[in-house]
């Protein structure tokens, strides 16, 4: 994915969080996220406001934190629990033999504490393909312990769908083995339109094509049913990555048309509708500190966000907001070298503050948030802040964790982005090639957007901080 960036000049402070000065000069760490994020890389962008410099996204936050990992990292043996699930099955899983019967209610209504964070088959099996080809003992070992790191399960196509009742299922079966309470983690992000600021992560439905129709039939209906089957488990959904806040900044650029305007709102606002269930927590996409995090851009953002909350009926399963997925930015900036572009936000903690204070403005002061930290263990691996395209050098970050503190109602560390899946491929000639996918900091021997990546997959491990 790819992210739209707005550089404005503004020189106020970024909320009170961590590491920023006033100037929008400071150093540290940077990356994108969603909108210039990998996962499904899409773009960069420039994005609105009062543009000055060259605001490019930053992205996947890095760094530190010391929430409860016992309860929330997934350290559940996958071999012996969810590793050996088929993810192909679809037959439904219940019951159990733990009595009393597992009470899934969320510690304070965060659906990640107090619970195992359910560990995907699938990437399981990913890392497994790169342990059968990787020699070195030591970078085996560490391979080993991710298989052991919870990953977001990714709907990004309508036969994706296909998995998700067998992959709830076998978290479901990990729940009643253990007796304790199994977090999955599901990435939904099929919008008619999608990405429309990018190439390299552009979505199979089209608005003038029958997308809208097809989205909510094929794609949202499914999920729905399959949700509503599993009511004994929770289940976070993180709302179209790259979304609404392309429409905060990128407005008449690329695919941002109109007529995409309308499908995103109407349709991210059906999405949190159809999905609004007791056992179901929703965090919207809020991209990251180096897209909107301009003090213009935060304010059109949470209005953005606020209006499209409204059309939805404000449900209840909105927990709050994810950032900086699929991108590297740091959670605080300690080693970035490149220029802020007078941006305040100095990493996702101050962002995360500053969007907090926004969207207190438009009324949603109870909101809480997730930081992406897949891969943004490593700073200073970049030219400029808004290269979200398989950046060589980055590392895996801090686990996921519940309650970790540093800012805002932050819930959680989570890795969205499986380390591994590839942002967008580097080759020109490709129909999907996006031009930060070619730049010099971006690896070049990348395959499509979403694809394994092997050789990037072990220099993430290799670069892990803290350390596997």
């Known amino acids: 994915m790819a992210t739209s960036v707005a550089v404005i000049l503004a020189l106020t402070a970024c909320g009170d969080g961590g590491g920023g000065d006033t100037s929008g000069s400071g150093s540290g760490g940077g990356g994108n996220t969603t909108g210039v994020g990998a996962g499904t890389p899409t773009s960069s962008g420039v994005g609105a406001g009062t543009p000055t410099s060259s605001g490019v996204g930053a ?15 997934g350290t559940v043996d996958p071999t012996t629990t969810s590793g050996t699930v088929d993810p192909t099955a679809t037959s439904s899983v219940s019951g159990g033999n733990c009595s009393p019967a597992v009470d899934i209610a969320a510690p304070n209504g965060n659906p990640f504490a107090g619970a195992t964070l359910f560990v995907d088959p699938g990437y399981i099996a990913k890392v497994d393909s790169s342990i059968a080809k990787t020699t070195d003992t030591a970078l085996k070992a560490k391979m080993e312990k991710v298989k052991q790191i919870s990953t977001a399960f990714w709907l990004d196509r309508i036969a994706a769908v296909d998995g998700l009742a067998a992959h709830l299922d076998a978290a479901l079966k990990l729940q009643n083995e253990t007796c304790k309470p199994v977090t999955s983690v599901i990435v939904v992000y099929d919008l008619p339109n999608r990405d429309c600021f990018a190439e390299a992560s552009n979505g199979e439905l089209r608005v003038e094509n029958g997308g809208v129709e097809r989205y909510r039939n094929e794609f949202i209906a499914p999920i729905k049913q399959i949700f509503a089957a599993h009511p004994d488990q929770r289940i976070v959904a993180i709302i179209e990555p790259d979304s609404l806040p392309n429409l905060a900044t990128n407005l008449g650029s690329k695919d941002c048309t109109p007529e995409t305007e309308k499908a995103y709102r109407e349709n991210v606002a059906h999405a949190l509708k159809e999905l609004d269930m007791p056992h179901v927590y929703q965090y919207i996409d809020a991209a990251h500190s180096g897209w909107l995090g301009w003090p213009d851009n935060q304010k059109k953002g949470a209005q953005i966000f606020a209006e499209v909350i409204e059309a939805a009926g404000s449900p209840k399963s909105i927990r709050g907001f994810a950032t900086n997925v699929a991108n590297y930015t740091q959670l605080s900036y300690s080693s970035e070298s490149y220029d802020q572009q007078s941006n305040p936000c100095y990493g996702e903690f101050d962002y995360v503050d500053a969007m907090a204070s926004a969207l207190s403005a438009e009324g949603l002061g109870d909101k809480h948030f997730i930081i992406d930290t897949s891969r943004n263990g490593v700073g200073n691996i970049r030219g400029d802040w808004g290269y979200w395209c398989n950046n060589i050098g980055a590392g895996m970050g801090q686990r996921p964790q519940a309650n970790p503190g540093g800012a805002t109602n932050l819930d959680a560390f989570y890795w969205v982005k499986p380390p591994g899946d ?47």
């Open 422 to 468: 590839s942002d967008g491929t580097a080759d020109k000639t490709a129909e999907r090639f996006d031009a930060f996918c070619g730049y010099e900091d971006a690896d070049q021997r990348a395959p499509e957007a979403g694809a394994w990546f092997h050789e990037y997959f072990v220099e993430c491990v290799k670069n892990a901080n803290p350390p596997l």
């Open 59 to 73: 992205g996947t936050p890095t760094s530190s934190g010391t929430g409860d990992q016992t309860t929330t990292s």
